[in-house]
């Protein structure tokens, strides 16, 4: 199938085009829905690569009843042997003559981020050394990933600072053409920042006393139709450090939603965007003395209730069980009051159990003067239900399915007390 002429290489701000149609297929198919794949000789729609999304838009034909057809083009992708397929919801039949629109908005806003991927690309190698190892044009963000440890924040200012002077500037934004072994030169004497492994003509992107990189994909004009680059965040990866950024509209969008939610915190704190800051670490302050506040209360009253607990329960053979169930308490709490039940008197151990939908978690704890391990004890109750845990000799825990509750309680309680009949035994024997 010969190669598709791609109109947008020469023309990124192609909007139409005319072109036939060189061959259709049957993508994917359900009872619902069919998805098509066709190919033109022409086509101004650009596919998948480099980090770039692909465009959208829509094909229109006559049907040989003079109908007009109008068909959206929802995805399209270049396979290995240099096909676009435009992917569509109805087929066209082969030397079909079509007219297509790209979604310009789309469009242009692809144009903006990888022209502004470029140009940043470009200054954080200039300044601080850092080459580009990858580039993702995400729906509302875009990234790279740049060599190198994670840059300080003056280093970030600077290029954020440079980059937009650059765009302010208006440079030209033109493309060229080279052969294999002039663009090895190019990149040989450091005018080339980057080339594929490809053969053939290279396309060449530059800006004007900035940078020069083989690329494919579609851009603006000049650096000034970027607009303006906006430095979102910055973190650690395995390659080295991810930048995510901005431009143009995005920025604009990016803005108008931080000072939305700016606005409604300033308005929930009842403080000034100025303010803020001071506010809200005082909030976080307040916060944790609260919070150490509410658990001594939690340990106070977990004391007191497992001491409660505890009297309710007579020492039988040397052993005071404790069981109970709670359907209306999160699992923290019971835990603690099972560790402070347990503590609450000698001789005492604490089977707690917290039921939770169709789950239970169940905690097993001894007061320090009995000899047995709540982690053994527990693992091997679970083994026989064909299960795994275990835990501490002084407290274990471990959730099982509902049904599983009364088994489990059986099997644990059993062990318990022949433990403790056990230790009472031998220590008689001394």
């Not at 915190?265 to 506040?293: I, M, N, Q, W």
């Not at 275990?390 to 599983?404: F, H, I, K, M, Y």
């Amino acid at each position: 199938m010969p190669t598709p002429e791609r109109l947008y290489y020469s023309d990124s701000f192609l909007r139409t085009f005319s072109g036939a149609v060189t061959d259709v297929r049957e993508f994917t198919h359900s009872k619902s829905d069919t998805i098509w794949q066709v190919s033109l000789d022409h086509t101004v729609f650009y596919p998948t690569s480099g980090g770039q999304p692909f465009d959208t838009g829509t094909l229109r034909a006559i049907s040989p009843s003079g109908a007009m057809r109008e068909i959206p083009v929802e995805q399209v992708e270049e396979n290995e042997e240099g096909t676009v397929w435009h992917f569509v919801r109805e087929p066209l039949a082969t030397g079909t003559r079509v007219e297509g629109q790209i979604n310009w908005d789309r469009r242009f806003d692809h144009m903006q981020q990888h022209t502004g991927q470029h140009l940043l690309s470009a200054v954080f190698l200039r300044e601080l050394q850092m080459p580009t190892v990858s580039f993702h044009l995400g729906e509302s963000n875009s990234t790279i990933d740049i060599a190198g440890g994670l840059p300080a924040h003056t280093g970030l200012e600077r290029v954020e600072r440079i980059a937009n002077e650059i765009i302010f500037e208006n440079r030209p934004v033109t493309i060229s053409y080279a052969r294999r072994d002039e663009a090895e030169a190019m990149q040989a004497a450091g005018d080339l920042r980057k080339l594929p492994d490809r053969q053939g003509t290279i396309r060449l992107i530059e800006i004007a006393n900035c940078d020069r990189n083989a690329c494919g994909g579609t851009h603006v004009r000049s650096t000034g139709q970027i607009g303006v680059l906006l430095l979102r965040g910055v973190e650690k990866v395995s390659r080295g450090v991810r930048i995510e950024f901005v431009c143009g509209f995005r920025v604009v969008r990016a803005a108008r939603a931080d000072y939305s939610i700016l606005r409604k915190t300033t308005a929930l704190l009842s403080t000034g965007a100025t303010d803020l800051p001071e506010t809200v670490g005082r909030l976080l302050t307040e916060a944790k003395t609260s919070e150490k506040e509410r658990q001594k209360l939690r340990e106070e009253v977990a004391e007191f209730q497992g001491a409660a607990l505890a009297r309710e329960v007579p020492i039988d053979n040397g052993l005071r069980l404790v069981v109970r169930e709670w359907k209306d308490r999160d699992r923290d709490s019971v835990r603690l009051l099972a560790s402070r039940t347990a503590a609450a008197a000698p001789g005492t151990a604490v089977i707690f159990c917290a039921k939770e939908g169709n789950t239970v978690r169940m905690f097993v704890a001894r007061s320090s003067d009995l000899d047995f391990h709540c982690g053994q004890i527990v693992r091997e109750a679970l083994v026989q239900l064909g299960l795994r845990g275990g835990g501490s000799p002084d407290l274990a825990q471990r959730e099982v399915p509902a049904e599983l509750e009364s088994t489990l309680l059986a099997s644990v309680t059993s062990a318990i007390r022949s433990a403790v009949a056990l230790s009472h035994r031998a220590g008689g024997n001394l």
